[in-house]
């Protein structure tokens, strides 16, 4: 993505900018919160349903690994006595997220909170993609959180209330090779998020979208899992601790996403490192693509063109 040169002096300017996107800050809640978090039982939605439990909501954490789910949700049981119940859910079944979500509401009484959590990771040259990579990243990365919207956002209207996060990408913000079909999927999320949220404010329902850098989840040992598999993939760990020098813990993550929620906050990037690239591609676009070129070269071994356009 970015090299530290790049970076440097772009933080604090970068602590002001972060500090004008956030839009009607409000005090963190009080009272227990109803949530889903999809893709619960691992990585990013684990620390996020934990978190959640830990400050008193309701969670339930669904995932396409039942047994998975089910062992998080009796964890968060036994520390926290009612606060978590656990579903099998896969969000390419559009019926089958439908469902779980109107559950929820129709025992707890509403939704407040509905984290679009699961995803995919797809890894390789645009040349390696084929159509299969295409169309599991489209059905999971996308479609899934197309689902989750479909499902809450008209209870949230009816409510008058709630608020969806999609988990997005550092790479749906900036130029990010070698994972292209990832990479669309997640752009993709970060504009439905922000799209939505334009329509939804005016009905009392927030929307929020979260782009992290890498982060310290099993998603880095799965890449292109049941598909073909490339050197990219294989290697996704390794490259991306070269790419950002240490992965972001997922507890860490859950913390910012928390405090991203209590503030409204409309686009949630986390590590500092992240929301310096996205600075960085936002205000000099030019230095951005530079730079995601020379990582792919440098992954790839690729020779630096006479002619960079």
Same mark, same amino acid.
């Given at each position: ?191 439905? =998020? #922000?799209? $939505? +949220? %334009?329509? !939804? ?6 929307? &929020? @979208?979260?782009? /992290?850098?890498? *982060? ?69 676009? =030019? #230095?951005? $693509? +530079? %730079?995601? !070129? ?6 790839? &071994? @690729?020779?630096? /063109?006479?002619? *960079?356009?």
């Amino acid at each position: 993505m970015f090299d530290s040169v790049a970076a440097q002096g772009t933080a604090r300017a970068l602590r002001a900018e972060h500090r004008g996107i956030r839009t009607e800050r409000k005090e963190p809640a009080t009272m227990p919160r109803v949530a889903v978090v999809t893709g619960g039982a691992s990585g990013i939605g684990h620390a996020l349903a934990v978190a959640l439990a830990a400050r008193g909501d309701v969670v339930t954490v669904a995932d396409i690994d039942e047994q998975a789910a089910e062992t998080v949700a009796k964890d968060l049981r036994a520390r926290h006595p009612g606060r978590a119940e656990g579903a099998a859910l896969d969000v390419q079944d559009a019926a089958a997220v439908a469902g779980l979500i109107q559950s929820v509401k129709d025992k707890r009484g509403r939704v407040d909170l509905v984290f679009n959590n699961a995803g995919i990771s797809i890894g390789g040259t645009a040349e390696e993609h084929t159509l299969d990579h295409w169309n599991r990243a489209i059905d999971v990365n996308l479609r899934g959180v197309v689902h989750g919207v479909l499902a809450a956002y008209p209870i949230m209207l009816e409510q008058g209330f709630g608020h969806i996060i999609n988990t997005a990408s550092l790479a749906g913000l900036v130029p990010s090779p070698l994972k292209i079909a990832y990479t669309a999927t997640k752009h993709a999320v970060v504009g439905l =998020s #922000l799209g $939505l +949220r %334009s329509e !939804a404010a005016s009905h009392g329902v927030q929307v &929020s @979208v979260v782009c /992290p850098g890498y *982060v310290d989840t099993p998603l880095l040992d799965n890449v292109n899992r049941g598909l073909p598999q490339t050197a990219d993939g294989a290697h996704a760990r390794e490259r991306a601790i070269k790419l950002q020098g240490k992965l972001y813990l997922p507890e860490h993550l859950a913390r910012d996403v928390l405090r991203g929620i209590d503030r409204n906050q409309a686009v949630i990037v986390g590590p500092t490192y992240a929301r310096v690239a996205w600075w960085i591609a936002r205000f000099t676009p =030019s #230095l951005a $693509l +530079r %730079s995601a !070129a020379k990582n792919f070269r440098e992954m790839r &071994s @690729v020779p630096e /063109p006479r002619h *960079v356009a």
